[in-house]
């Protein structure tokens, strides 16, 4: 984060002296700060391509600003390890949580997060735990009061909201069996795997182990 | 030897000289005008529609614990304080009044939004690169405030009305080409094969546990996975032939639309403000005809 405010102060500091140097033509000043535009897009992009030819190895340009990335620029892993989270009531059922529980965060960085909870203290995994125990009681009286339950983003402008980058599928509103908010005790966490192969000819082919849960 | 030299000396002068009029050729303030309204107005759209402040409920150690020189932003009350602060600056932005004072606020609040490991502006760091040339360019002279209220009429063209949009376009075309380039690099031929979007959106069905028809589209038939594949990767590192030759960004723009609108339906992933960006491509000078004669 230093870095970043770091590299964010150089940059305006060297776009204000650029602009307000009255020194050299207005032309010659739009020129250089052109350049050094340009120079910020390309040089995490020349970094990352010296690092997979040369293998240099520069981890800082993952905290570059301005790096264009793509998404997915590789085949996808023959097998994958991820994190699952559930809720779990008064006599032991496992019930799914809506992955709106999670908003703001999209469902992606959300289970990341979740998969990088499973490396950390049992301090801090039983505060993560506990948060989403709370926000998914808070989410399921929501839906208990109004019938639904459209997540905590559609609070200003309603549909009309900025769309998502990946809207989380509504599973509270799928055919799975929802618990009602006083009747949940606690949340699990699994680490689960599974095999792409395996999960093309049978989705509920995969692997769970408990990794941490949290009791209220 | 000298006939080389003079041979390098003249291509360089050439090329500069093509550079020069594609970046300070004179042109109308109202495409600019438009950029500023976009920029400004997805920054704007963004910042009210997300509850940010909720993020405080999440754990530090979770969320990447955020702080500016040992300062934790991540409360409740430092987040509310940062929306609202982006709120009023990208509004002021997109009326058009204190433009780059707006665009470095903007710019400041969006690298703290960013250094919280939740993908809150995701995909959004081009816009944000915008605010860079907002901060310097001539925005506001029309489609503003400013325009409106002041009696001193800008310059019908100028130079300084094409070199932001310039900046834009080659930022964009740049973004895609950097993007074919890091599939080829890193998947190589096999980014060809229908099992690499296959094997992705199979990972969607997981994060996002969602089934799309046009997803299951993808598995049923391979050879459609393929070709949008081969269609992605032509797409993205063949747009950059719009520096060379203006005319092919009426066949490349509406295909970039058409990619955006595809990976959105297979795979559940909205590049919004590309749809918009990419209107950039296209001259916005008749809105200021339309002015004159009375339709804004």
């Known amino acids: ?216 | 030897m000298n006939t080389y030299v003079e041979t390098k000396t003249d291509l360089f002068r050439t090329l500069r000289h093509r550079i020069e009029d594609d970046f300070f050729r004179p042109m109308t303030p109202h495409t600019l005008g438009l950029a500023r309204i976009v920029v400004f107005g997805l920054i704007l759209w963004k910042s009210v529609s997300r509850p940010w402040f909720q993020l405080a409920d999440w754990p530090a150690s979770l969320i990447g614990g955020p702080n500016l020189f040992g300062w934790n932003y991540a409360s409740t009350g430092s987040l509310t304080c940062l929306t609202v602060v982006l709120a009023v600056a990208a509004t002021l932005g997109l009326a058009g009044g204190l433009t780059r004072i707006a665009a470095a606020t903007c710019l400041l609040v969006l690298f703290l939004f960013n250094a919280i490991d939740g993908g809150l502006y995701d995909s959004g760091w081009l816009l944000a690169s915008f605010l860079l040339l907002l901060m310097c360019a001539r925005s506001d002279d029309a489609l503003s405030l400013k325009s409106l209220l002041s009696p001193k009429r800008p310059a019908p063209e100028s130079w300084e009305y094409r070199w932001p949009i310039r900046a834009i376009q080659v930022a964009t075309l740049l973004v895609y080409f950097q993007t074919g380039v890091f599939k080829l690099l890193q998947s190589g031929l096999s980014w060809f094969d229908a099992e690499t979007l296959q094997g992705w959106y199979l990972f969607h069905q997981w994060t996002d546990s969602h089934y799309f028809a046009w997803g299951e589209l993808l598995l049923e038939y391979p050879t459609l996975a393929a070709v949008s594949a081969t269609a992605a990767m032509i797409l993205e590192c063949g747009c950059i032939a719009i520096l060379l030759c203006d005319r092919l960004k009426w066949l490349f723009v509406p295909a970039l639309f058409a990619m955006h609108a595809v990976i959105g339906l297979t795979l559940n992933i909205w590049f919004t403000e590309y749809f918009f960006i990419l209107l950039l491509f296209f001259d916005w000078s008749w809105l200021g005809s339309a002015k004159k004669t009375g339709f804004s």
């Not at chain 1, 500091?13 to 340009?38: E, H, N, Q």
């Not at chain 1, 998502?164 to 005790?185: C, F, M, N």
Request: net charge neutral.
């Open chain 1, 1 to 216: 984060m230093v870095l970043t405010t770091t590299i964010f102060t150089a940059i305006t500091a060297t776009v204000i002296v650029i602009d307000r140097c009255g020194r050299i033509s207005r032309r010659a000043r739009v020129g250089l700060l052109l350049s050094a535009f340009f120079a910020l897009q390309l040089l995490p992009f020349a970094l990352q391509v010296a690092d997979h030819f040369c293998d240099v190895r520069i981890p800082t340009f993952n905290v570059m600003p301005f790096r264009a990335y793509s998404l997915y620029s590789t085949p996808a892993p023959e097998s994958f390890t991820e994190a699952e989270a559930v809720l779990v009531d008064d006599v032991g059922a496992e019930h799914p949580i809506d992955f709106r529980v999670w908003e703001p965060l999209i469902p992606r960085y959300a289970n990341r997060l979740l998969l990088h909870s499973l490396s950390q203290s049992p301090e801090s995994q039983q505060h993560v735990a506990a948060t989403l125990f709370e926000k998914s009681v808070v989410a399921l009286q929501t839906r208990e009061s109004a019938g639904q339950f459209d997540g905590f983003n559609e609070y200003l402008l309603g549909q009309f909201s900025y769309p998502k980058h990946q809207t989380p599928a509504s599973l509270w509103g799928r055919s799975v069996e929802i618990p009602l908010s006083d009747a949940v005790v606690g949340v699990r966490v699994y680490r689960v795997g599974w095999n792409k192969q395996q999960r093309r000819l049978d989705p509920s082919q995969y692997s769970r182990v408990l990794a941490y849960e949290y009791v209220r």
